[in-house]
């Protein structure tokens, strides 16, 4: 069974960055998809980008693409998520998600667990 724990929200200004982490343990890393979903206050989940087990490909939602950047270091059992220009409307809690083994980050459906998450706060 995988864990994963997010770690990096707080609040911050519109138009600012935040840099979210998701450290693993419990499986090999190395060989799983990873994505990041988010939950909007009163809203549903969506995804919101999604990275394949090798790093080589990458999925992003239209709302965050060109703002959002996914990564991930197999090294240290982490991954990434980079946003920049932060709108009030990118205000959820984020979580990260281990996806299939050798899984290429997309569909949305393909992934699982998530970890409790971590909020994010964009002020107007």
């Known amino acids: 069974q995988v864990q994963l724990v997010e770690s990096g929200g707080g609040r911050v200004q519109a138009g600012g960055s935040l840099r979210l982490s998701c450290a693993a343990s419990g499986r090999t890393f190395s060989t799983y998809a990873l994505g990041w979903f988010r939950q909007p206050p009163g809203k549903e989940g969506e995804f919101v980008a999604g990275?394949?087990?090798?790093?080589?490909?990458?999925y992003y939602a239209d709302s965050v693409k060109g703002r959002f950047t996914i990564s991930r270091d197999n090294a240290k059992w982490a991954a990434y998520l980079q946003m920049n220009s932060l709108k009030p409307e990118d205000t959820a809690a984020y979580y990260c998600a281990i996806g299939p083994k050798w899984g290429m980050g997309y569909p949305p459906s393909d992934f699982g667990s998530r970890g409790q998450g971590t909020q994010v706060t964009v002020s107007s």
């Open positions: 990275i394949s087990w090798s790093g080589s490909n990458t």
